[in-house]
């Protein structure tokens, strides 16, 4: 019993009021250090406050949460419940939760799309510990009657942000309604949009706000550069930094068309590739996934529908073939690599149409993305002014110039780009 206590007390975990059990599982997942999330996140938990946890992506907010549910579960009973917004991530908390849990016959429910619902009613009625969930899928349950919210006493609504980007707020709204209204409420995201403050005014009882770093901020031990090229330059641009960068990699793309043509024509030229979007189902990307983490494959290739769906540790390389639809997916793309305190490096590929997207990068990250100059024998773009602070100065210039949210003419309106698009 001593040896055990003193193993524990070396555990960065220790301290907590994490229990010896939780502990010792801990120590055998090799779990050491706790991240900074996780070190001021489980403690407020543990003494069963509503809290606000606002993260960047790959920080361990799974553990952060989880731990604190298990514990409360196995000591006081009741039931968790974690929303979250795709069926990737759903399967990745439930794959964390079994792992700390299952020493103590801990049970979880996955209700996802794209899956039968039958075999989902059947797991629902052995009682389950936690039900992990899209809104989608609960939302189904509940009007065919199939599940009860009643013994929820802990609630998580993980990645909220994106939650509501893709449209969830209505399913959201009657999900909490349904409820009890006794409850501990946890909600993490990446960012602070209105819409969760409203939700934590709203739902949460005096809330405890942890913010590990601002809003935006990107992961620091990830390199970050642009090139600036044309559509048709993509290709050849692309193939060039494959066979430079010759670790995993993850492209993204804007549609699932794109991820499909640039995966096929890399598999023509030997690349090892696998593609993931919303036209393959969820075997196949369950399956695209485990062969990307084990190697089987080296490049996979994404819609957003993985931004914030991907827990795969040795990502080395992130590049957007395509620049996302807003600043803040960029943040989560590139925050599929440099994860576990390992280092990372996001290419982004950005045609001279779209320096207004560059602007709003800049202004979210609050740092300037540096400017690579294209490879030999590739076409030279001359990329467009993006700032109004003197004339002839453009993204190619290799002089230092400020981020975006430093600059004192920021209420000057650029020149619009309507019209020359």
């Known amino acids: 019993m001593q040896e055990s206590h003193d193993k524990n007390k070396k555990s960065g975990f220790y301290g907590l009021g994490i229990s010896p059990g939780i502990l010792q599982t801990l120590e055998k997942l090799n779990f050491q250090t706790p ?19 606002i993260a960047q992506t790959g920080t361990g907010k799974t553990l952060a949460f989880g731990i604190p549910m298990v514990q409360a579960i196995m000591k006081s009973g009741g039931q968790g419940m974690v929303l979250l917004p795709t069926r990737e991530l759903a399967l990745q908390v439930d794959e964390v939760l ?14 996802i799309g794209g899956t039968p619902i039958r ?20 939302i189904d349950h509940l009007e065919q009657r199939t599940i009860k919210l009643d013994r929820v006493n802990i609630l998580v609504l993980d990645e909220a942000d994106r939650m509501l980007d893709m449209g969830f707020k209505p399913q959201i709204t009657r999900i909490l309604h349904g409820l009890p209204k006794q409850r501990q ?6 960012t602070l949009p209105p819409e969760i403050v409203a939700i934590a005014s ?19 031990n990830v390199s970050q550069e642009i090139f600036i090229v044309d559509r048709n330059s993509k290709p050849r641009l692309l193939l060039h930094l494959l066979k430079e960068h010759r670790g995993s990699t993850l492209i993204f ?23 993931i979007h919303s036209n393959r189902s969820l075997s196949q990307r369950r399956g695209a996934l485990d062969g990307f983490r084990a190697g089987r494959f080296r490049v996979l290739v994404a819609t957003d529908i993985a ?22 997916d960029y943040v989560h793309r590139i925050g599929r690599t440099g994860r576990a305190g390992m280092a ?41 002014k993006i700032v109004s602070r003197g004339r002839g100065e453009n993204m190619n210039q290799r002089r230092p110039r400020k981020p975006y949210y430093q600059n004192r003419n920021r209420g000057r309106r650029a020149p619009s780009s309507r019209g020359r698009r």
């Open 35 to 53: 991240t900074p999330i996780q070190q001021q996140a489980i403690p407020i938990a543990i003494e069963g406050k509503d809290m606000i946890g």
């Open 98 to 111: 079994y792992k700390i849990g299952r020493s103590f016959g801990l049970k979880t429910a996955v209700l």
């Open 119 to 138: 075999p989902q009613i059947n797991t629902i009625r052995r009682n389950p510990h936690i039900i992990i969930a899209t809104p989608g899928r609960l």
């Open 185 to 190: 409420t946890m909600l993490f995201s990446a």
């Open 202 to 220: 709203s739902q949460m009882k005096l809330p405890v706000s942890i913010e590990i770093s601002p809003p935006g901020t990107t992961i620091e």
């Open 253 to 275: 793309t804007k549609t699932k068309y794109g991820a499909a043509r640039i995966a096929r024509n890399l598999r023509d030229l030997g690349e090892s590739v696998i593609e």
């Open 307 to 328: 931004s914030r769906g991907i827990d795969v540790k040795a990502i080395e390389t992130v590049i957007n073939y395509d620049m996302p639809a807003k600043a803040e």
């Open 344 to 384: 990372g490096h996001a290419i982004s590929f950005v045609t001279p149409e779209e320096r207004n997207d560059i602007r709003k990068i800049e202004r979210l990250i609050r740092k300037n993305i540096p400017i690579s100059s294209t490879p030999e024998g590739m076409p030279k773009i001359s990329a467009p």
